[in-house]
């Protein structure tokens, strides 16, 4: 195959296909499924986006923590780098 597309680029066809083409035709016990299958697809394409970058920097911040609040706030960033993954929007909470 010529010119392949990156596999980010063929997950959100994927998950485009599963919501705007499939999921309006399955019947209402499918669904779900079909959502569940798009939303599974965002998360590898950013896995495969975010992922090597935020493991880097995860490492990076944990071997230079030399405190307890360091290595809290560099915890806090690693928690983030995930949250942005798994479930963007949720990464920049200020909550307690």
Do not use: C, F
Request: aromatic share 4%.
């Amino acid at each position: 195959m010529q010119n392949q597309p990156p596999a980010a680029e063929l997950l959100e066809s994927l998950a485009e296909l599963l919501e705007s083409t499939l999921l309006p035709a399955l019947p209402p016990a499918l669904q779900h499924r079909a959502r569940v299958g798009a939303n599974l697809a965002r998360i590898v394409r950013r896995e495969i986006d975010l992922a090597p970058a935020a493991t880097q920097h995860e490492h990076e911040l944990l071997d230079a923590a030399a405190d307890e609040h360091t290595l809290w706030q560099s915890l806090v960033e690693v928690v983030r780098a995930d949250l942005a993954i798994a479930k963007p929007g949720y990464d920049s909470w200020e909550g307690a």
